[in-house]
């Protein structure tokens, strides 16, 4: 019954932003943390930042200074601003939940960082 859904990927240039929203929707108590992954071609799932109900954040060595992830509780919404764009950036991005006991993963969202 319930859906994660990712939006905002595309098509950016080195050193642009994008912004992206995972949106969860159905029978939702509790979201206790929601988080954001991505895979890149050939490579491993790679976690990329986390964000508990309270707040507090986790970010990966690899975008830390870039990315910045943040939640709206009553939206059951989560967002990775992404800034500072590399090329090795480029992958699928996928948003997960903590809800009551249960793990959830969105479909993802392709990201493209290229000239």
């Known amino acids: 019954q319930v859906q994660l859904v990712e939006s905002g990927g595309g098509l950016v240039q080195p050193g642009g932003s994008l912004r992206l929203s995972c949106a969860a929707s159905?029978?939702?108590?509790?979201?206790?943390?929601m988080a954001w992954h991505r895979q890149a071609p050939g490579k491993q799932r790679e976690l990329v930042a986390t964000i508990t109900r309270g707040g507090t954040t986790g970010i990966a060595d690899s975008v830390k200074g870039r990315f910045t992830i943040s939640r709206d509780n009553v939206k059951k919404t989560t967002y990775l601003q992404m800034n500072s764009l590399k090329p090795e950036d480029t992958a699928v991005y996928y948003c997960?939940?903590?809800?009551?006991?249960?793990?959830?993963w969105g479909q993802g969202t392709q990201v493209t960082v290229s000239s």
């Open positions: 159905g029978s939702i108590a509790t979201i206790y943390m």
């Open positions: 997960s939940a903590r809800i009551g006991e249960d793990n959830y």
